[in-house]
């Protein structure tokens, strides 16, 4: 764990603006990032949803967006604060690996891995990943997003700075879209950075847990994001776990339907599946810390109450 009181006084120096905003310590990371995951450009943001808002800016509006129905309610708030429409659909097996969320982006909040941009095959595409603190690369919060179409990167730069340009030896700035206050800072790059050098090892334990998992339930979960289950009630499960010392969750509840989302939605057929599996699906306590006995443990409980 990265004691915020261990961080360089010079990352936090708030005397020079151009240092804290987009410095080198950020500008350092995002290359750093960028590498590990095979792109040749990056952008960070405050959040990952502010980089699928940005992206999705560049489309004409209204586009209808297709998004899975149990997914972090996040996805449907920056589709509709990008002025577009929602369609939902089933997808019961999505475990947190990433998905094409629309024309040339990909939503990868969930999920960091060695070049997993390269591997896409795709040049053009942005694929946007989250610092968001229980995410694989935790940064207190924030996003980035990576593609080797550089004028894309450059443009979302632009729009997470007020829409200026950007210039770290000069106070001078040009005014060049109307944009928004969205940008990172170096202490939360400091931070991040720490965890991406932690992050083959993470991976690496993750890999273990979830190898006792797969044997102990017979399940075949890929994702080092989430491990969930299906039992017959995931309220009754939830408590009784609770009650035993043992803390899970359910992700994600089903999104259509939702007061905030009947204006923007497509009428689309049947979503029960995905209600279903709002109502069965848990997720267990999955996270490199998680020592031998904590993992036996979940293990006697969910097969005493399954």
């Known amino acids: 764990m990265i004691n915020l009181f261990d961080i360089p006084s010079h990352v936090i120096d708030t005397s020079k603006f151009s240092h804290m905003l987009h410095g080198d310590i950020v500008s350092d990371f995002e290359q750093e990032f960028a590498d590990y995951v095979g792109a040749k450009y990056a952008c960070t943001a405050n959040s990952a949803s502010s980089l699928l808002f940005l992206s999705l800016l560049r489309f004409p509006r ?15 708030n920056a589709v509709i604060g990008a002025g577009h429409r929602i369609m939902f659909y089933n997808d019961i097996d999505w475990v947190g690996g ?7 982006i990909f939503d990868s909040a969930q999920e960091v891995t060695r070049n997993q941009f390269a591997d896409l095959g795709k040049d053009d595409a942005l ?10 690369v935790s940064g207190c919060d924030g996003g980035i997003v990576v593609s080797n179409n550089k004028d894309k990167i450059d443009h ?4 997470t700075m007020n829409g200026t340009s950007v210039n770290k030896d000069s106070w001078k700035r040009e005014q060049m879209v109307a944009g928004y206050k969205m940008h990172w800072t170096s202490p939360q790059a400091f931070v991040a950075n720490e ?18 998992y797969n044997d102990a339930f017979s399940y075949n979960n890929t994702s080092r994001h989430l491990y969930r289950i299906r039992v017959n009630s995931n309220n009754a499960f939830l408590q009784t776990m609770q009650a035993n010392g043992i803390m899970c969750g359910i992700h ?8 905030a989302f009947k204006e923007f939605e497509a009428q689309v057929a049947n979503l029960k599946p995905s209600e279903r599996e709002s109502q069965r699906t848990v997720s267990l306590p999955y996270h490199s810390k998680l020592t031998d006995n904590e993992v036996d443990k979940v293990i006697f409980y969910v097969k005493k109450f399954t």
Not at 62 to 76: A, D, F, H, K
Not at 156 to 159: E, G, L
Not at 195 to 212: C, F, M, P, T, Y
């Open 195 to 212: 965890n991406l050098k932690k992050l083959d090892e993470k991976n690496s334990r993750l890999d273990q847990i979830k190898s006792a």
């Open 98 to 104: 990433y998905y094409h969320l629309h024309d040339d």
């Open 252 to 259: 994600y509840e089903h999104c259509h339907g939702k007061r």
């Open 156 to 159: 979302i730069r632009t729009m």
């Open 127 to 136: 694929m946007i990943f989250s610092f968001y603190p229980t995410k694989p």
């Open 62 to 76: 209204p586009q209808l967006v297709q998004i899975p129905s149990t997914m972090p309610i996040v996805v449907p």
